[in-house]
């Protein structure tokens, strides 16, 4: 008996030898193809890293270590997003400096990591917080400024009281602040803008050249949301009101026109008896999200300016009014409205008596699920026609739609947009345009903790940026880091920080005292860890050729619009002034499915894990107390799960079990159920693999059962990383241990090659046991042992070869042949031949497996 795998002193033990000697340094190599794969790096909260941050990371460091063995040249690193609000929010609260907190918390997450074994380079460590990091952040703001893509704006933002700050549209849902659940209202700031729509078109076009998961891509392009459509004038009073509408073909059908309450015209059209109704509406709106403001369900509310425009395809008067649904910031903020065909234009008709025009010919017949129960095609028809009922099809022939210039009349709806715009192009009242949904970055907070921009406003009202030898531009020491209630950052409490002579201009001038959003420091990590460590540049040219673009990004899908939106933009931002040499800076991008963790209540009202529940007679019970589980199944919120750390894992399993049971749990992508004692299967996987290293049966001689099952694994895991299934791969290593323990001896070579399988995914106990076994040199470089294709060909047979009833021959072949294949190779064998005589077999009898029987 071999003695039990202790996983504390050799995890231990391994984890020092990597450190000690850098196994997994990095450097350029232009001889050598490289791999660059990419975890997304952790904000260091005080909680620490859950087993959800796990999955993702032993999934990159499986495939990271695989491609070492195959010598390829892998960059894998780590560094903390350490600017973030829950720092600055504990300081405020107790007063310690953000950086203390940061670097506690980031101790604590390095010591996690190396915990598991992770085959990160760490001298590549980098922190966003860091001015030697920041001051980079900050030089490619002055590029983005250079480039006239950051702007500042006096805007409604989003702005929320209890953190005292604005908030990114990202950052807010329901009205509420992502972070923390705080409300947040609307308020007029000056803040600094990233034309980030400038790029729109190309964060588009360019999905189609990357490798990211299709949900993905659809995630971004809904949030960049491509209209076609047109711009149509109208004029008012003297003014002109510009529309955007994916439907100019309709223009014959409308009867109103309705503005964002914010839109700059609202005032000068409002006559003075709807002036205090309208300030009135104003006011109630402007607290509202713009997502409770477009609800559909949403009883639709809104005031008459008591003005009207004129409609240019038909010369009606158009009544103006406001209302919260038309957003300010799509669009132009003003829409016509055609209730015959728009839904919500049809119940705000409806609600305040306006007109209804319909312009298609409705036809129900078609289109049996809009006829409701109880009522015929044409009674569908008749109220559609007579403005009863608004007809939601963009089918069908275009009525009710000419004037003396033009008819619509008789089109289809793409003849009639053709058609319309002609016309309105002709007549300057409007151009064909698209349209996006993306909106520009809001990119300035009022933070303390965050990279202070890198800006002078000068006393003759310029403006310059500071010179990359004027960087990095660091914060003062603060004592209070609140922001006041004015919006106000509280950088600007600091007067003599920010009033100062600038002296390259000796004029007087005072700081930006905006701190950038938390997402800029993420915007550019991965080129900086190709080359962390240059004071001189951000990157050099060398470095970043050799290791760009990320070949895997590994992380949240809940990262699909904010952080990967913004890192391609800035992205191409750096290609376009040429500092960078691909157009997209993650060429293939994977997201691990989300761990979660389910508890069930029981009768008593506690709450009992997956693990403790027990089925019985299609019923569910508590193992323990044996009570009935009540229907209802609380899924662990994301938070909750924050409970199971690694480091309980590691400690009573060690961290290779964690690693595989992560892994083992399925496929990468899905979503998977957490459960703390299932992680002692892939513990007593372990112990067995090690038995089998240690065990007496351990032979200098090799035989071909095992050779078969040691290319047999090889062969099948390293088809499983590739593929990144990565659970389908453990369970070949669980199939090789069952079967070697089955035989009479184990072949060191043979081992040696399993220990290589299983190094990726448990690089503790396969450094162990390659130590054990005699291997050469160091086993994360140790090449990939070579797959011979005999060995993976099935079980051989014996087929029996008869003529006659009488065994002529035996031939070895793979088992489940065709009859045919045999019959022909039976012909050929000179033993047959000879019985056969060249005369065609009366009849033939095939066994599948066992034997072929000519009867002559
Ligand atoms: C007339 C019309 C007739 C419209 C019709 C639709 C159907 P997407 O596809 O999302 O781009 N719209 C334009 N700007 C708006 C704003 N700021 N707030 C709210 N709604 C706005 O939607 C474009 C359509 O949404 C536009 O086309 C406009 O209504 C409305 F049968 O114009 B449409």
């Excluded at 319309?420 to 809001?442: H, M």
């Amino acid at each position: 008996m071999t003695e039990r795998y202790n996983h504390k002193t050799i995890e231990k033990k391994w984890q020092n030898h990597w450190e000690e000697n850098k196994t997994f340094k990095a450097e350029v190599d232009p001889s050598k193809e490289k791999f660059y794969i990419l975890d997304m790096f952790p904000y260091p909260s005080g909680a620490g890293l859950h087993v959800g941050h796990v999955a993702g990371y032993t999934s990159t460091d499986v495939v990271a270590r695989h491609k070492r063995q195959k010598g390829i040249n892998v960059l894998h690193p780590m560094g903390w997003d350490s600017f973030g609000l829950p720092a600055e929010q504990y300081a405020i609260r107790t007063g310690t400096h953000p950086e203390i907190t940061t670097k506690k918390n980031i101790d604590n997450y390095r010591r996690q990591l190396k915990s598991l074994g992770f085959s990160y380079d760490w001298d590549r460590e980098v922190m966003t917080s860091d001015p030697s990091y920041y001051k980079w952040t900050q030089w490619i703001f002055t590029k983005l400024y250079e480039k006239g893509l950051a702007y500042e704006s006096e805007m409604l933002v989003n702005f929320c009281p209890a953190l005292g700050t604005v908030l990114a549209n990202e950052e807010v849902e329901d009205g509420k602040s992502v972070e923390g659940g705080h409300p947040v209202e609307r308020r007029p700031l000056r803040q600094w803008v990233l034309k980030i729509t400038e790029y729109a078109e190309r964060l588009l076009e360019d999905l189609e050249t990357v490798d990211w998961t299709d949900g993905l891509k659809k995630l971004q392009r809904n949030w960049i949301g491509k209209s076609h459509g047109a711009k149509v004038h109208f004029s008012a009073e003297g003014e002109q009101i510009t529309v955007f509408t994916t439907r100019p073909d309709t223009l014959f059908g409308a009867t109103f026109m309705v503005l964002s309450p914010e839109h700059p015209l609202v005032n000068q059209l409002t006559t003075p008896e709807n002036k205090a109704a309208v300030e009135a509406y104003q006011q109630e709106i402007s607290s509202k999200s713009d997502l409770e403001r477009t609800e559909l369900s949403k009883e639709k509310s809104g005031v008459f300016l008591g003005t009207y425009a004129k409609n240019p395809a038909n010369g009606e008067k158009l009544p103006i009014w406001i209302s919260d649904y038309v957003l300010m910031g799509y669009g132009t903020g003003a829409i016509m409205c055609v209730p015959g065909h728009d839904e919500r234009d049809f119940e705000f008709a409806q609600k305040f008596g306006l007109d209804i025009r319909p312009v298609y010919e409705p036809k129900p017949e078609e289109h049996p699920e809009l006829v409701p129960e109880g009522m015929t095609a044409e009674q569908v028809r008749q109220e559609v026609l007579a403005g009863e009922r608004v007809w939601p099809n963009d089918q069908g022939e275009a009525i009710n739609s000419e004037n003396e210039e033009i008819s619509l009349n008789g089109l289809d709806v793409q003849a009639a947009k053709r058609a319309i715009a002609r016309w309105l192009e002709s007549k300057e009242l409007g151009e064909i345009t698209v349209n996006y949904k993306l909106r520009d970055w809001l990119f300035s907070r009022q933070r303390y903790w965050g990279e202070p921009f890198p800006i002078l406003h000068l006393a003759d009202g310029t403006k310059r940026t500071l010179d990359l030898n004027e960087l990095p531009l660091i914060p003062p020491p603060l004592e209070d880091y609140r922001p006041s209630p004015d919006g106000n950052s509280p950088l600007a409490k600091v007067q003599n920080w920010v009033e100062i002579t600038d002296e390259k201009t000796g004029q007087k001038a005072l700081r930006e005292t905006n701190t950038m959003p938390q997402w800029a420091g993420s915007c550019w990590y991965y080129l900086r860890f190709c080359d962390p460590k240059n004071d001189e540049a951000a990157w050099s040219e060398m470095a970043e050729n050799y290791w760009m673009p990320v070949d895997m990004y590994v992380g949240g899908a809940e990262h699909a619009v904010l952080h990967l939106l913004y890192a391609r933009f800035w992205h191409k931002v750096l290609f376009d002034c040429g500092v960078v040499s691909t157009s997209e800076p993650f060429q293939s991008l994977r997201n691990p499915g989300m761990i979660t963790s389910r508890s069930y209540q029981v009768d008593s009202g506690a709450y009992v894990e997956e693990c403790d529940v027990e089925k019985r007679d299609g019923k569910y019970y508590h193992k323990e107390s044996g009570e009935e589980l009540r229907s209802q199944v609380e899924k662990m919120s994301k938070s909750k799960l924050n409970g199971v750390s690694p480091d309980e894992m590691v400690e009573e399993y060690g961290a290779d079990a964690l690693r595989l049971y992560e892994m083992f749990m399925g496929p990468l992508d899905k979503e998977k159920i957490w459960n703390s004692e299932a992680v002692s299967g892939c513990r007593r996987f372990i112990q067995r693999f090690y038995d089998l290293v240690c065990s007496e049966k351990v032979t200098d001689e090799t035989s071909e059962e095992a050779l078969k099952l040691g290319h047999r694994l090889v062969h099948g895991v390293g088809k499983d990383i590739d593929a990144l299934l990565l659970n389908t791969a453990i369970a070949k290593m669980m199939e090789f241990v069952n079967g070697m323990s089955k035989l009479k001896s184990y072949p060191k070579e043979v081992l040696r090659m399993a220990t290589q399988a299983v190094a990726s995914f448990a690089p503790h106990l396969a450094e162990e046991c390659w130590e054990i076994l005699g291997g050469e040199g160091e086993l994360s470089y140790a090449p990939w042992p070579e797959v011979e294709e005999k060995y993976l060909q099935d079980d051989m047979i014996t087929y029996i070869i008869q003529v006659n009833g009488k065994v002529r021959s035996k031939l070895d072949l793979p088992k489940d042949q065709e009859e045919s294949a045999i019959v022909e190779l039976a012909r050929e064998n000179h033993l047959v031949a000879k019985h056969l005589n060249g005369s065609e077999p009366r009849k033939i009898i095939f066994v599948p497996n066992r034997l072929l029987n000519f009867v002559v």
